[in-house]
């Protein structure tokens, strides 16, 4: 059985930065995307990019482009992200998401991700002075 | 950018009654790259359809989608108590992948 389980809610102050973790199991970590995404209070899910966990290589949304930093540990099947300068725009619950499509049936020229068909329970990030 | 426009914003039915949300992308995918997600209050959402029309392991064949190019449908058959909850879509033929705004179906 699929599980992500992310790091804990955290509090930051404007122009600060915050790292979230996702500890996954029960897939082939090396084998498929895994997904950052973000939902701000009564809006829906936004995608912040993508990271192949074997490569290391990450594709983000330009508006994240600046800031975000996505990175994967094979030997403990966590991926990470982090965003840097803060603002209250950022409050929002962050998620990590694994894609449905397996790297391996797919070629080369896959670089834009599919759906997400496990997601981790969310971290709560909140920005305030 | 390609944005997606959901409609109704809120759909108020009673159980037993049929749904129908509708899902309008900017621009044509030329392949289904459509996937809907049910969430519900203080739940990640849930994959209910990829491909516009193919249902993953475990999600019950009430739940279908239909459509191609620019407009696309998520039917729920018949209401059950546990599908009163957000639904989105969201669209994985362009980068960045985007969703739409949402449609609540709410107990009439």
């Known amino acids: 059985q699929v599980h992500l389980v992310q790091s804990g809610a955290e509090v930051k102050k404007p122009g600060a930065t915050v790292k979230v973790s996702c500890k996954t199991s029960g897939y082939t970590f090396k084998g498929f995307f895994l997904h950052w995404l973000r939902q701000a209070p009564g809006q829906g899910p936004e995608w912040m990019g993508w990271?192949?966990?074997?490569?290391?290589?990450?594709n983000f949304a330009q508006k994240f482009q600046a800031r975000v930093s996505m990175t994967a540990d094979m030997s403990l099947t966590t991926g990470y992200m982090e965003l840097t300068g803060l603002t209250s725009d950022d409050t929002a619950l962050y998620y990590c998401?694994?894609?449905?499509?397996?790297?391996?049936?797919?070629?080369?020229?896959?670089?834009?991700?599919?759906?997400?068909?496990?997601w981790g329970q969310g971290t709560l990030v909140i920005v305030s002075s | 950018e390609i944005v997606l426009t959901q409609s109704p914003g809120t759909l108020s039915l009673s159980p037993g009654e049929r749904a129908t949300l509708s899902c309008r992308a900017s621009q044509s995918l030329s392949f289904p790259y459509l996937a809907w997600y049910q969430q519900k209050p203080g739940q990640a959402p849930r994959l209910l359809i990829y491909g516009a029309s193919s249902r993953p392991t475990g999600i019950p064949d009430r739940f279908t989608g239909s459509g191609s190019g620019t407009d696309f449908t998520l039917t729920i058959g018949r209401l059950e108590p546990e599908d009163f909850a957000v639904y989105y879509c969201q669209q994985y033929g362009g980068s960045p992948l985007t969703f739409g705004g949402g449609t609540r179906v709410e107990i009439k």
């Open positions: 990271i192949n966990p074997e490569t290391g290589d990450t």
């Open positions: 998401a694994k894609d449905r499509v397996r790297l391996a049936a797919v070629g080369p020229s896959f670089t834009t991700g599919s759906s997400f068909d496990s």
